[in-house]
């Protein structure tokens, strides 16, 4: 299992997410991650496709997915899907009646995010959140 394996789950868990009915937004590492994303998000599944807009580009009120990267807006949703190397910030995830669920993905192959991933770990500790860890999405 590679890296597109990697990606197609993290499609698969996103839409999981939008079935039930919460809103997500993915922050992207960069520009580049968020078109591939963008792509995937459009072809992942053979027999459909995941609604969903990039931040920056023509949106509908109706798509319960967003995808931005550094430098864009970080939209406010339900679920909050990041690959970036920075923690969400805590004004995002400590305003009043928030209930935010975040998902830190970190791809196996990467000793950098790996590295990226303790220090988020660390500034969530920091922030007064007691972050969790799954070794796999098929758990949630």
């Not at 698969?12 to 580049?32: I, L, M, N, R």
Request: charged content about 25%; overall charge negative; proline content about 7%.
């Amino acid at each position: 299992r590679g890296k597109g394996a990697f990606m197609k789950r993290f499609c698969h868990f996103a839409q999981k997410h939008v079935e039930s009915g919460a809103t997500v937004a993915v922050f992207a590492a960069g520009p580049d991650q968020a078109r591939a994303m963008d792509d995937l998000l459009w072809t992942f599944d053979e027999g459909g496709f995941l609604p969903h807009s990039v931040l920056g580009a023509a949106t509908s009120p109706l798509e319960r997915v967003v995808v931005s990267s550094p430098g864009t807006e970080r939209p406010a949703a339900d679920v909050i899907m990041n690959f970036s190397d920075e923690a969400v910030a805590a004004a995002v995830l400590q305003a009043p009646g928030t209930d935010i669920i975040v998902y830190e993905f970190v791809p196996p192959d990467s000793p950098a995010a790996r590295q990226a991933s303790r220090r988020k770990w660390e500034r969530y500790k920091e922030m007064g959140i007691a972050p969790s860890h799954r070794t796999t999405l098929e758990e949630v």
